[in-house]
């Protein structure tokens, strides 16, 4: 039978609402007698007293669980995001449930459903397109949530600043005489490549890449045979370059991509460059934002914003050994120490 607060208090020999105090840690235990809270102390152990967490959380409103929602924990970036931020969460008494879309926007729907049926404080939304209209609709507008990727404008966000990044990335494109460019990314990053190309006169294509686009989609960008291609992802590219290297005669293009993990680590010379999110930043402000929005009385929405930087092939590729050597990555990276992995 599970032990009790009363439990621990007849062993003791004084009243509930002592044994409540200190365990709770109330300001008031402070007067509590070193002898007593030894004993309570000895009594928890004995007995295996497990505070009740439904009893914590209707006393204090706060069931001390956050929610998180990605498209899988398979792919090594959701899996290291989802690992990270259970571990900050971990360092402030919070219990994280992840909410897996399998990219189908059907799912949306449904996780943050069940995260909110299952009374957490808060949820990350790790994913790229929000749902805005659907928790609008629903009356979720002040439900705690906060957007990882995205940038609805009335919702707490921590945003990817990639504005200079991608200027760079345009101006190196201008510089390496860039004829045809293929921009294989989402609306965001385009609208920002589109802008910046116009004062240098670059002509782009448009062929935007997703977790939803088919093998005719890589091969239609194969058989553009663009001189310059802008990737969003290290995935897309990997996948892209196989299909030239089923072509013989071929001549790869100068490539741009997104790096975020070692994992996206591309070593072959048609890189030109890579544009790098502040990932740690993200999992350094992420949890402590959560917490200040369930504090907050206020209804203000906040935008973070973290910057992004551009790295040439050769720089990202210290960068890559730093990360192998970094802390922080190691439960990622261990695999990659191993292998002396590296996309080729």
Same mark, same amino acid.
């Given at each position: 039978?599970?032990?009790?607060?009363?439990?621990?208090?007849?062993?003791?020999?004084?009243?509930?609402?002592?044994?409540?105090?200190?365990?709770?840690?109330?300001?008031?235990?402070?007067?509590?007698?070193?002898?007593?809270?030894?004993?309570?102390?000895?009594?928890?152990? @004995?007995? =295996?007293?497990?505070?009740?967490?439904?009893?914590? *959380? !209707? #006393?204090?409103?706060?069931? %001390?669980?956050?929610? $998180?929602?990605?498209?899988?924990?398979?792919?090594?970036?959701?899996?290291?995001?989802?690992?990270?931020?259970?571990?900050?969460?971990?360092?402030?008494?919070?219990?994280?449930?992840?909410?897996?879309?399998?990219?189908?926007?059907?799912?949306?729907?449904?996780?943050?459903?069940?995260?909110?049926?299952?009374?957490?404080?808060?949820?990350?939304?790790?994913?790229?397109?929000?749902?805005?209209?659907?928790?609008?609709?629903?009356?979720?507008?002040?439900?705690?949530?906060?957007?990882?990727?995205?940038?609805?404008? @009335?919702? =707490?966000?921590?945003?990817?600043?990639?504005?200079? *990044? !991608? #200027?760079?990335?345009?101006? %190196?494109?201008?510089? $390496?005489?860039?004829?045809?460019?293929?921009?294989?990314?989402?609306?965001?990053?385009?609208?920002?490549?589109?802008?910046?190309?116009?004062?240098?006169?670059?002509?782009?294509?448009?062929?935007?890449?997703?977790?939803?686009?088919?093998?005719?989609?890589?091969?239609?960008?194969?058989?553009?045979?663009?001189?310059?291609?802008?990737?969003?992802?290290?995935?897309?590219?990997?996948?892209?370059?196989?299909?030239?290297?089923?072509?013989?005669?071929?001549?790869?293009?100068?490539?741009?991509?997104?790096?975020?993990?070692?994992?996206?680590?591309?070593?072959?010379?048609?890189?030109?460059?890579?544009?790098?999110?502040?990932?740690?930043?993200?999992?350094?402000?992420?949890?402590?934002?959560?917490?200040?929005?369930?504090?907050?009385?206020?209804?203000?929405?906040?935008?973070?914003?973290?910057?992004?930087?551009?790295?040439?092939?050769?720089?990202?590729?210290?960068?890559?050994?730093?990360?192998?050597?970094?802390?922080?990555?190691?439960?990622?990276?261990?695999?990659?120490?191993?292998?002396?992995?590296?996309?080729?």
């Amino acid at each position: 039978m599970r032990a009790t607060l009363k439990d621990i208090a007849e062993r003791v020999g004084v009243t509930k609402a002592l044994v409540s105090l200190y365990l709770n840690n109330h300001p008031l235990s402070a007067k509590i007698a070193k002898s007593t809270k030894e004993k309570i102390d000895q009594a928890v152990k @004995e007995l =295996n007293y497990r505070p009740s967490t439904t009893a914590r *959380a !209707l #006393k204090s409103g706060r069931s %001390r669980t956050l929610g $998180l929602v990605v498209g899988d924990i398979c792919s090594d970036y959701f899996g290291f995001l989802a690992q990270s931020l259970l571990d900050e969460c971990a360092k402030y008494d919070y219990q994280l449930l992840i909410g897996i879309t399998r990219f189908d926007p059907k799912e949306e729907r449904r996780c943050l459903e069940n995260l909110i049926n299952r009374q957490t404080d808060g949820i990350f939304y790790g994913m790229g397109v929000f749902p805005a209209e659907y928790l609008l609709s629903a009356g979720l507008k002040d439900y705690p949530i906060l957007q990882l990727h995205s940038l609805h404008p @009335e919702f =707490n966000s921590i945003r990817r600043n990639e504005t200079n *990044a !991608l #200027k760079t990335v345009v101006r %190196r494109i201008h510089e $390496l005489g860039g004829r045809k460019v293929v921009v294989a990314t989402g609306v965001s990053w385009l609208t920002i490549i589109q802008e910046e190309a116009a004062s240098y006169g670059i002509q782009l294509i448009h062929q935007p890449l997703d977790f939803f686009s088919t093998e005719k989609d890589f091969d239609r960008i194969r058989d553009l045979a663009p001189d310059v291609l802008v990737c969003s992802s290290s995935t897309f590219v990997v996948s892209i370059l196989e299909r030239y290297s089923r072509k013989k005669n071929l001549e790869l293009p100068r490539v741009f991509y997104s790096y975020t993990l070692p994992c996206d680590c591309i070593n072959n010379s048609c890189i030109a460059g890579v544009i790098v999110p502040d990932f740690k930043e993200v999992i350094r402000l992420a949890v402590p934002r959560m917490i200040q929005m369930l504090d907050k009385t206020e209804k203000k929405i906040i935008h973070l914003e973290t910057s992004a930087h551009y790295l040439e092939r050769e720089q990202m590729m210290k960068f890559y050994e730093q990360q192998l050597a970094d802390p922080f990555y190691e439960s990622f990276t261990r695999k990659y120490k191993q292998k002396g992995d590296s996309h080729e």
